[in-house]
């Protein structure tokens, strides 16, 4: 059973651009959460989605970020016109039902922003 | 919120040696708390959780105590290894409706000497 997991693994993008990160759950596993690390800290909560459905975003800035999690394919956290102060690792956790709290970390992504 | 604060940042230990992390939470309602151990450049690995049904928690070298009471929590690493290296971090979630998101801890960095 393969674990979470995310690609790209590195994304290097300019200021302005955009940056599109996806995460591939556990299978079996319908809920997932998005997390951002800066570096030296600890993990902040971004946006928690089930299939085609946003349940709390109030991680997550208002502006230039966005996420999903369609009926077929992986979730995606969408950062556009990105800015320095965005540059960090981007891990999403999956868990397998709302009654299950454990949740599996991918590898994540690691987002520099020239 | 949900605040948890995680002491040392830093930890040298001598390989043999046991190791203490503590953590304290702010919100009484928190029922579940795991550790997570992250290597460099990996996300983290999910290593043992306590829920606040029980005050403590043994998986080999390594367990977990709880203190509903004082709202801390505690993980131990007897006999350390090399290998133990690496950051650690504790968590916390409340019961939201089925969002359970985590709340981490800044982070110790654990260092075992040969």
């Known amino acids: 059973n393969a674990g979470v997991m995310q690609n790209p693994r590195h994304l290097v993008r300019r200021r302005g651009q955009e940056a599109r990160l996806r995460c591939s759950p556990m299978?079996?596993?319908?809920?997932v959460y998005w997390y951002r690390q800066l570096p030296e800290e600890g993990l902040k909560f971004m946006v928690y989605l089930q299939k085609e459905n946003i349940i709390d975003e109030s991680g997550m800035p208002k502006e230039r970020f966005s996420a999903e999690f369609p009926k077929e394919g992986p979730s995606i956290l969408r950062i556009q016109q990105v800015v320095r102060g965005d540059s960090a690792a981007y891990f999403c956790?999956?868990?397998?039902?709302?009654?299950?709290?454990?949740?599996?970390f991918g590898p994540g992504t690691r987002l520099t922003v020239l | 919120g949900e605040n948890v604060e995680q002491h040392p940042s830093t930890l040298s230990v001598q390989e043999g040696d046991s190791a203490v992390i503590k953590c304290t939470y702010s919100?009484?309602?928190?029922?579940?708390f795991p550790w997570y151990k992250q290597e460099l450049g990996k996300g983290p690995q999910l290593i043992i959780d306590?829920?606040?049904?029980?005050g403590e928690k043994k998986d080999q070298r390594i367990a977990v105590t709880l203190n509903k009471t004082a709202k801390h929590f505690s993980l131990h690493i007897t006999e350390t290894q090399p290998e133990d290296s690496a950051v650690y971090f504790c968590a916390a979630s409340a019961p939201n409706f089925g969002n359970e998101k985590l709340t981490f801890g800044t982070g110790t960095r654990l260092t075992i000497i040969p």
């Open positions: 306590i829920r606040s049904n029980v």
């Open positions: 919100d009484s309602a928190s029922n579940y």
């Open positions: 956790a999956s868990s397998p039902s709302r009654e299950a709290d454990t949740q599996y």
């Open positions: 299978k079996g596993h319908s809920h």
